[in-house]
């Protein structure tokens, strides 16, 4: 296969701080990124843009040699040092010092048996050559330079004990650290909210300009961008299929793939108009529609529903166990409070909507209304208590999570059947072998994952399906227990733009098709815009605002709901 990189603008070509030639990575002789060249000047942001698969963090990688078990070809030259020609004892004197990374996901790039000051700190020693108290009190600064509050605190926790907006400052600083030239950033405000993706980038900027370092941008996202880069490449299939000027390109996309990307954005298609006077409880498994709603449905719709919404919250508060300083702490706890009198009801073939930044109690009211986490208030599912209810069991089943990150809720050592049929084991244990592979091969169409495509496909496992794949899987293992209610925690967030489009036409489908409802918890505002009925705005455990959907975000009163709306442009 040929190269089709096409030549970098003028401006990029004046005495690059990296070029690379003929770059070329194969496994077992499958060649996976094809003659790619690239230049990055001094003091320049370049970004390298493509969907999951299409070689970009195994071309960033490659340049450190972090590619294992591949063979790499071709010229990489850093300041006149060709680093494919370098020992892994040469290359490692360079690693953080001259070039550091910053990886997609901070939570399994990070140590969790050591604090992230000792982490920081290890790095300083290591590379700077300062003593233990020195290599401390370097880490605490430099936390508190990317913006993390009380720092010298931080620095003493644990990374599972930050959120992930600071889990992903700790990642900077740790790159930060020896004052690099270049730094490749992996992802770097993947699954973050709007307003932590304007934060970090303005960071990388701030310590860019500041140290006068290069950037190389990994990322699938198109608005970053076109928020933080100057120049940017677009990789298909391990080939630069398009590169120029941002502004250029986004604006006029040459190559289809390019334009396809550019095109990647979730569109509206829910059933709007409906009769809320009607339920849609599924009652077996005729064909069945409502000529007034036009919602098709696997069954026909009940006559007397035995229950007005599918979920109800009524003044839904969770609080948390606090350790108290001084003697006090001896004799009782504090309280935090991570959600506050809310209250909320998500009726059948609806979308509500959770929405706000990291922090502001969406995921903890995901975990209560799935019974997860205790909470006060009432609680009711199709019309019962939750918790309480007889038989809970059977109505666990009717409600169903799919988590932000299926690569880490999948289990890698299970198989598709295993994985997607393990619900049956607890809720229908009496099936046979037969009917339990018929279900979960009927529950893997609906997501679009066939055997026609997928030759031996129950006996796969998670690492061999792409990450919009892995979703469909998650949602397979979700749908199989045919469910009333989703709780989709940030579903579509650690997926590219093309895969994000995707997973939201498949959950628009199967809410027509099968009535289901979701309780949409994201803190992108494409997808509320494309899904959701009804949206809640959460700041700090609390619902700032709320409403219709189109009524919020075209008209939002709360400046907090406007702050998250700019920052999404």
């Known amino acids: 296969m040929t190269t089709q990189n096409l030549p970098l603008d003028s401006s990029l070509k004046d005495t690059p701080l990296l070029s690379t030639s003929e770059l070329t990575i194969s496994f077992n002789e499958r060649c996976v990124v094809h003659g790619v060249n690239i230049q990055i000047p001094r003091g320049s942001r370049v970004a390298l843009v493509g969907e999951s698969g299409s070689g970009k963090t195994l071309t960033a990688l490659s340049l450190l040699g972090l590619v294992r078990g591949a063979k790499v070809s071709g010229k990489c030259d850093f300041e006149g040092r060709d680093l494919f020609k370098l020992s892994e004892t040469e290359l490692r004197g360079i690693r953080g010092s001259e070039i550091a990374m910053i990886f997609q996901e901070p939570m399994t790039a990070l140590n969790p048996l050591f604090t992230v000051g000792d982490q920081i700190a290890e790095v300083l020693q290591l590379k700077m050559g300062m003593t233990q108290k020195a290599a401390w009190d370097k880490a605490v600064e430099l936390m508190d330079e990317t913006g993390i509050a009380q720092a010298g605190v931080r620095a003493q926790s644990y990374p599972h004990q930050l959120s992930g907006g600071q889990r992903q400052r700790v990642m900077i600083a740790m790159a930060l650290a020896c004052r690099p030239k270049l730094l490749l950033a992996d992802e770097p405000t993947t699954a973050l909210d709007a307003s932590l993706r304007l934060q970090i980038l303005e960071l990388l900027e701030r310590f860019q300009t500041e140290f006068g370092m290069a950037i190389l941008l990994i990322t699938h996202d198109l608005n970053l961008v076109k928020s933080f880069a100057t120049h940017v490449m677009v990789m298909e299939q391990g080939l630069v299929v398009e590169e120029g000027l941002v502004a250029d390109v986004m604006r006029f996309p040459k190559h289809p793939y390019t334009r396809k990307l550019v095109d990647s954005v979730p569109l509206r298609d829910v059933v709007e108009a409906f009769d809320e006077s009607l339920s849609y ?229 199967l809410q027509r098709n099968k009535g289901l409802s979701y309780l949409l918890i994201t803190h992108d505002m494409a997808v509320i815009r494309a899904m959701a009925h009804q949206v809640l705005v959460m700041k700090d455990g609390v619902v700032v605002e709320s409403g219709r959907v189109e009524q919020v975000l075209s008209s939002p009163q709360n400046s907090y709901t406007q702050m998250l709306l700019e920052a999404s442009k």
């Not at 696997?298 to 003044?315: G, N």
């Not at 350790?323 to 004799?331: A, C, E, K, M, N």
């Not at 198989?415 to 018929?438: C, K």
């Not at 792409?466 to 293992?477: F, T």
Request: hydrophobic share 40%.
């Open 281 to 509: 409880e599924l009652t077996g498994n005729a064909e069945g529609s409502n000529s007034k709603t036009g919602l098709k449905s696997e069954a026909p719709l009940s006559v007397k529903p035995d229950f007005d919404y599918v979920i109800e919250a009524k003044s839904l508060s969770v609080h948390y166990p606090v350790p108290i300083d001084g003697f006090r702490g001896w004799f009782r706890r504090g309280k935090f409070t991570a959600v506050k009198d809310v209250s909320f009801a998500l009726r059948a073939a609806q979308t509500l909507g959770v929405v706000g930044e990291s922090g502001s109690g969406k995921s903890t009211l995901g975990l209560a209304s799935l019974g997860l986490l205790e909470s006060q208030g009432e609680l009711r599912v199709m019309g019962k208590v939750w918790g309480r209810a007889k038989h809970m069991r059977a109505l666990r089943a009717k409600v169903q999570v799919v988590f932000q990150d299926p690569f880490s809720s999948l289990s890698p050592r299970m198989t598709v059947i295993e994985l997607v049929g393990e619900g049956l084991d607890v809720h229908a244990p009496h099936l046979s072998t037969e009917e339990r592979q018929r279900r979960v091969l009927s529950a893997l169409s609906d997501v679009g994952l066939t055997q026609k495509e997928f030759s031996n496909i129950l006996d796969r496992f998670p690492h061999e399906f792409s990450g919009g794949q892995r979703q469909r899987l998650a949602i397979a293992r979700a749908l199989i227990l045919e469910p009333k209610l989703l709780v989709l925690d940030e579903p579509t967030s650690a997926l590219d733009v093309t895969s994000q489009k995707q997973v939201v036409q498949l959950l628009q489908g």
